[in-house]
Each structure stands twice: as C-alpha cells, then as structure tokens.
C-alpha cells in the first residue's frame, strides 16, 4: 500500500480520527448517538490511565490526513484469558477496495497475538451482510447463531439507575 502509512495513533489524531467515527456513524444510519469529542477521546487513548488504544491509516504525503482507523481495547474471557475487543474498523468510502481495512485489521491482530491473546471479538450490524460475510470467510464465527449469545448494554442512565436500587 504505497499511498497510506498504518501506524499506532498519536494524540494529535484524534480531531480526524472522531470525524472518521461520525462518518462510521452516518453510515451505520446512527450519527445521533455520537458524543464523543476529541477531548474525550484523548484522554481514554492517550491519558493518564489509557483505556483503549487506535491504530490508523495516514496518507503519506500528509501524516495528518486520516483515511481509515481501527479502535480496540483489551477484554479478558474467564474461559480463555486475555482477548481484544475491535470496537471500530473503518475506512472512508473514497480508500476503499485497496486493502487498507485488511491491513488495519491485521495491524490490530497481530497486537492481540503479541499479547498472548486467546480471541478477537467484535461486533457487526445485522443488516451489514457484506461486512459479516468478510470477517465469516476471515474466520469469524457468528455466536449468535452459533450458541445463542446475545449483546446486551446497560447505558449511563440505566447504570447509575441500577446502582441507586435497594
């Protein structure tokens, strides 16, 4: 890939990494439910206690022009210990079907193997056939239909809800 540099993110990223999250967000048909803000952002990859970690697709003649990111941060299994979970991979419309995702994808499993990690999990949108069949013929499995897991969220408000509960 001659026209992009994958490379672990900086904190001087996050302005474009968060305007390629809306546009992940805009294409999932969810942009209403974006908050995050590049200061959040910095603080949680890049703070004092970092909590995830972003790998990223620059252009080369400009390292400062995103073109793609990849978002994940370490899980652990009680089966099998520790794991990675991709939160987002991303490429913008005008990069893709060059194998930049693939290379960004493989960038962040190779820092899962480098952690002696026993899994790669993510999540993809029902409706994303394209996407799911790709990480299916990658070697996904789907463990929804598989066993059945189902993804469950508990949001802020209902988190601080539960706690307050007798």
Known sequence: MDEVDIRHAESSDCEEIVRLIVELAEFEKMVDQVKMTPQILRKDCFGEKP??????????????????????????????????????????????????GKLL????????????CSRLNLCVLGWNKMAKEL??????VDLTNKEDWHLMRLDREGMEKFVKQT
């Open 135 to 140: 990480y299916e013929r990658h070697g996904f």
């Open 51 to 100: 909590i995830c970690s972003c790998v990223v697709a620059s252009k080369k003649q400009d390292k400062s022009s995103l073109v793609g990111y990849s978002l994940f941060y370490p899980v652990y299994s009680t089966w099998e210990g520790a794991s990675l979970y991709l939160e987002d991979l991303y490429v913008t419309p005008s990069y893709r079907s060059r194998g930049i």
């Open 105 to 116: 994808w493989q960038r962040v499993t190779q820092i899962g193997l480098d952690m002696d």
